[in-house]
């Protein structure tokens, strides 16, 4: 995650209490997403970025994921993420973010 | 329950995924509140 | 009348050294982490000039191998040396780090390349066995300076180190004291992205055998910045590369637009040579040391050699219609606009069936795709996925939403109409125009009539917009008309005006009455 975004997130996450946030990622690849979430989570898997050693827990899914599809307008999720379907390998990523809330989401 | 209504949103968009602008309009309509959006770049 | 592809020419520098002391990752981990196991590792993992010659993208890249012939190689391909390779190709080469610094010094035009006196006397006889190298070039060369210079060049002034093997064989200066836009990391930076940039020059020369004299403008589009406090991003780059390269009738501009800029610069030359502002025009750019091992942390943790080991550089050559060529269709590109919206199915829509939609065709009705054609090799391990497959599998399923073909035929339609990826992840050089030297010859031999070439580019990144662009154009198995056959003979547009003369004398002669 690039080392900015990081900075940002966990200044949100003083600001506004972890428990209180949610992550919401649109990542390519099962394994980037879960790069990702397990950045936001367990911290910085590269070491690089401020969220190295910083064990935030938030909550974090991808948007392809039932739980964040079924809370979205169907018409405007079908013209912002439809047609992605058809391109993501959804099912690599929801085990993917899965596996990461399991282990390291603390809300 | 609601994950989305009413709660603070970071959104973490991909260039070659779905970008940030798109996931912000999608979760709008779930009545969240988006306080930081931004998209990724690999390549 | 649309204008044509004359030729495309496509270089490779190998700079292991550079990956270690210029890619962002790597100055960015010596400041974050400096004791990191990556650190330690990396020269370790990094390839010798043979294994990244024989790379099978690195020769698809310069020509010796088709894409097709590419994808029929197993993959992985870091695992695979060619047996047959060569340093130089149908289009290019693949130049060594210790002749590319020669090259960034004949490059400098303000004596702040400096090389170490043994590393000149063994380098430049190699260097001047050049095919490509003339006079000119080689009477750049300056002598070699004291190691202990190079030595207190880095300890007392900031002055960036240039190293072979590990070696500080010289360094490049900093242009003053303040100004952090002169500084030695940005000289350097902009004086690979400019030799980069001549030696694609002189290939494409050498492809389309055009003379020096004849070309009218360099358009350069890679994305560095060049400039200093006053004016941080001035540019002209093309100029600079132009006069290098000895194109003496040449002026030259720059066309910024991150990773679409090839696109960009493409339809603007294109438009120049249709509207006869220009006859030749030559898009080029150079690469960019920022990103050399950018995702080499991922490589170096599975065990992988470091593949972003290369700098890149292209360079093509657009001129008026000579019934021959491909034609680049100027009536019919594609473009992200400010409201195209940002979602995938936008943005493909913009991109590719906005265009096609003008034309009356179908997404299948093109016959190849040229996207981003990033080499998977790279991206894979470092978790973004196979960029070009991801590209066609958006552009089919827009066509299954559209109808054009069968969900069922959506895998079918990437195999048939894309192409697997063999560009370094240079940002702007594998957007869209790598398949232009095999589009051109592809379209010649007449294996296919159209493709689509489509550049994108990520505008957030210099925060000054959360803005996606993109671009796109199609280029075409030439009608066959040229100029001379189309356009109204002179002697018929004299008596035209003849004719409309007197009518006005005569008209003019009535009201007289």
């Known amino acids: 995650m690039d080392l900015e975004n990081q900075k940002r997130v966990k200044e949100l996450s003083e600001q506004y209490g972890p428990e209180n946030l949610v992550v919401v990622l649109g990542a390519a690849e099962g394994e980037a997403a879960g790069l990702t979430a397990e950045t936001v989570t367990a911290g910085d898997p590269t070491y690089a970025g401020p969220l190295t050693g910083v064990q935030l827990g938030l909550k974090v899914y991808h948007i392809c994921e039932e739980e964040i599809k079924s809370e979205v307008d169907p018409g405007v999720y079908d013209e912002q993420v439809g047609m992605m379907e058809m391109v993501l390998d959804v099912d690599e990523i929801v085990d993917e973010m899965s596996a990461i809330r399991e282990q390291f989401t603390k809300y | 329950m609601d994950l989305l209504k009413g709660k603070k949103v970071i959104v973490v968009g991909d260039r070659d995924g779905v970008p940030g602008p798109a996931i912000d309009e999608c979760i709008k309509t779930a009545g969240a509140d988006i306080v930081f959006s931004s998209t990724e770049c690999f390549v | ?513």
């Open chain 3, 1 to 513: 009348m649309n204008s044509v592809i004359k030729g495309a020419s496509y270089i490779l520098a190998h700079t292991p050294d550079m990956v270690i002391h210029n890619g962002t990752t790597q100055t960015t981990e010596r400041i974050v982490n400096p004791g990191s196991e990556y650190l330690v590792e990396l020269p370790g993992k990094l390839r010798p000039y043979d294994d990244a010659m024989r790379y099978a993208p690195n020769q698809t890249y310069i020509g010796n191998l088709t894409p097709d012939e590419l994808s029929a190689v197993a993959a992985p391909w870091y695992e695979q040396k060619l047996e047959d390779a060569d340093r130089f190709g149908k289009m290019g080469e693949i130049m060594p780090q210790d002749e590319f610094y020669i090259l960034m010094q004949v490059c400098d035009a303000f004596d702040l390349v400096k090389l170490e006196k043994g590393f000149v006397e063994e380098v430049k006889p190699r260097f001047e066995q050049h095919p490509l190298m003339d006079e000119s070039i080689i009477a750049r060369i300056k002598g070699g300076v004291e190691q202990s210079e190079i030595d207190r060049a880095i300890g007392e002034d900031h002055a960036e180190g240039l190293y072979q093997d590990g070696k500080l064989v010289g360094y490049v200066k900093k242009s003053h004291d303040v100004d952090v836009n002169l500084s030695a990391h940005v000289i350097l930076e902009n004086l690979v992205s400019k030799a980069s940039c001549v030696l694609s020059l002189l290939h494409l020369t050498k492809n389309t055998g055009i003379d020096k004299a004849e070309v009218d403008l360099v358009i350069e589009c890679s994305e560095e910045a060049c400039g200093d406090m006053n004016q941080r991003g001035g540019g002209n780059m093309a100029k600079a590369a132009a006069e290098i390269a000895g194109f003496s009738s040449a002026s030259g501009a720059d066309v910024r637009a991150f990773c679409a800029a090839p696109v960009h610069a493409l339809i603007h030359a294109a438009a120049l040579v249709a509207s006869g502002t220009y006859d030749n025009v030559v898009v080029a750019a150079g690469g960019s040391t920022a990103k050399l091992g950018m995702n080499g942390k991922d490589h170096a943790k599975k065990g992988l050699p470091i593949l972003e080991d290369v700098v890149g550089g292209f360079a093509t050559l657009i001129s008026k219609n000579d019934g021959i060529n491909p034609e680049l269709l100027s009536a019919y590109t594609g473009k992200h606009t400010v409201g195209s919206g940002s979602s995938p199915q936008a943005v493909i829509t913009a991109l590719v069936t906005d265009p096609l939609d003008k034309m009356g065709l179908k997404i299948t009705d093109i016959d190849r795709y040229s996207v981003e054609m990033q080499n998977p090799d790279v991206t894979k391990p470092a978790g973004a996925g196979d960029v070009p497959l991801a590209n066609y599998k958006m552009i089919a399923a827009l066509g299954v939403k559209r109808g054009d073909l069968e969900r069922a035929q959506l895998n079918d339609f990437t195999t048939e109409h894309g192409m697997v990826g063999w560009a370094p992840t240079q940002g702007h050089i594998p957007s869209g125009v790598p398949y232009l030297g095999f589009a051109r010859e592809d379209i010649l031999s007449g294996k296919i009539e159209t493709c689509m070439v489509i550049g994108k580019g990520s505008l957030f990144l210099g925060r000054m917009t959360n803005l996606f662009d993109g671009v796109s154009f199609i280029i075409r198995k030439n009608s066959g008309e040229t100029e001379q056959t189309s356009a109204v003979p002179e002697e018929q547009i004299k008596s035209l005006i003849a004719d409309a003369m007197r009518n006005l004398a005569a008209s003019l002669a009535g009201e007289g009455r």
